[in-house]
């Protein structure tokens, strides 16, 4: 079985999850956006019970950014390293990825709330919402 690694910028945080993401996929929800100052964010999304913190939980501070989401961040450096969900999702920032998934992007979620001066120009399948019961 593959194991995917992940870190912040500095090191202090290393994490993993078992098998390839059941998605990656753009999130284009304005709280993404401005967490991350970015059109959009492109998460692997994993199960929650595949995902474990390797070293540096310590250096984690989370952020409650609507009920049920916390999104945690290394206090040290500042990087965006993943969200926990009320489904048992945890949306892994890509960009924290230190190994590769097997596909790229699958598909772009929060359409409706897309930064207006940003076009999406692929034709992966667009979602409103999100596409796993959100």
């Known amino acids: 079985m593959v194991v995917h690694r992940g870190s912040c910028l500095c090191g202090a945080v290393e994490y993993e999850f078992d098998g390839e993401p059941l998605a990656l996929a753009n999130c284009h929800c304005s709280l993404c956006r401005k967490s991350h100052g970015a059109a959009f964010v492109s998460h692997a999304v994993v ?7 390797l070293r540096g939980a310590e250096a984690l501070s989370r952020y409650a950014s609507s009920p ?14 993943f969200e926990e969900t009320p489904r048992g999702i945890v949306a ?12 790229g992007p699958r598909l772009h979620f929060f ?24």
Do not use: H, Q
């Open 68 to 81: 049920g989401y916390r999104r945690a961040f290394c206090a040290t450096c500042g990087s965006r390293l």
């Open 47 to 53: 199960p929650a019970p595949v995902f474990r913190i």
């Open 92 to 103: 892994v920032a890509a960009g924290s990825l230190d190994s590769v998934p097997a596909e």
């Open 111 to 134: 359409v409706g709330s897309k930064a207006p001066w940003f076009t999406i120009t692929d034709d992966l399948p667009r979602f409103e919402g999100e596409p796993w019961g959100g």
